[in-house]
Every structure is written in structure tokens, then in C-alpha cells.
């Protein structure tokens, strides 16, 4: 198993930015494939980005396209979320996610993950 623990979020202004932290245990970091979804109350748990166990392919939803940035550095043990240029429908509980299972397609959808972080709060204000 891997137990996964997110930092980094924040209350900032539209237009700003933070970088999300998921830190994962164990050394098999590198064979899950890393996903960040986000909850806003009263909504679904929607996808926000996926990455490969090597890092060399990503997938974004559309709604952050050309603002948020997925990563992982394996020797940390660490995936990334850099959120920029943040809209107040940002605004939710943001989770890390991992995948033990090799996916052909970057899975987008909750229950292709097996585990979970306790979420970051990521509040955007105008």
C-alpha cells in the first residue's frame, strides 16, 4: 500500500498561485500512475490531472488546461500540483490519488484509484 498526506494549499486571490504537495510513502512510489481530483461542496469529486509512473505523460481536465501543471519526482517520493492563474470555481478540497494498476489511457475517474490522501483546501477568492 501507499499512504498518501497533501500540503501546500491556501486561500489566495483570483490570479494566484500555490503548489500542491502530495507525499507518498514506500519505495514503489514510482509504479503508481498519480491523479489530483478536487470537491467543491455540494459537487461530485471531479478530475483534475494525471500523470504516468514515469512522469512522461500527463492528461489535464479541460477546465485547467494552460493552468495547472502535474509533476512527480520519484526519488522524493512526491507528485505535484502547480495551480495558477486560480479562478474562484478553483475553489475545493483537492486530493492526491494513486493508481496501483498500469493504465494503456491516464485513468481520469475516481474509482480507477485505490488510494487517497485527507485533501488540501485550495480557496480562491475575487
Known amino acids: 500500500q501507499v499512504q498518501l498526506v497533501e500540503s501546500g494549499g491556501g486561500s489566495v486571490q483570483a490570479g494566484g498561485s500555490l503548489r500542491l504537495s502530495c507525499a507518498a510513502s514506500g519505495r514503489t512510489f514510482s509504479s503508481y500512475t498519480m491523479g489530483w481530483f478536487r470537491q467543491a461542496p455540494g459537487k461530485d469529486r471531479e478530475f483534475v490531472a494525471a500523470?504516468?509512473?514515469?512522469?512522461?505523460?500527463?492528461k489535464y481536465a479541460d477546465s485547467v488546461k494552460g493552468r495547472f501543471t502535474i509533476s512527480r519526482d520519484n526519488a522524493k517520493n512526491t507528485v505535484y500540483l502547480q495551480v495558477n492563474s486560480l479562478k474562484p470555481e478553483d475553489t475545493a478540497v483537492y486530493y492526491c490519488?494513486?493508481?496501483?494498476?498500469?493504465?494503456?489511457?491516464?485513468?481520469?475517474?475516481?474509482?480507477?484509484?485505490?488510494?487517497w490522501g485527507q485533501g488540501t483546501q485550495v480557496t480562491a477568492s475575487s
Open positions: 490519488a494513486a493508481a496501483a494498476d498500469f493504465y494503456r489511457a491516464l485513468p481520469i475517474v475516481p474509482y480507477s484509484y485505490d488510494y
Open positions: 500523470i504516468s509512473r514515469s512522469g512522461g505523460n500527463t
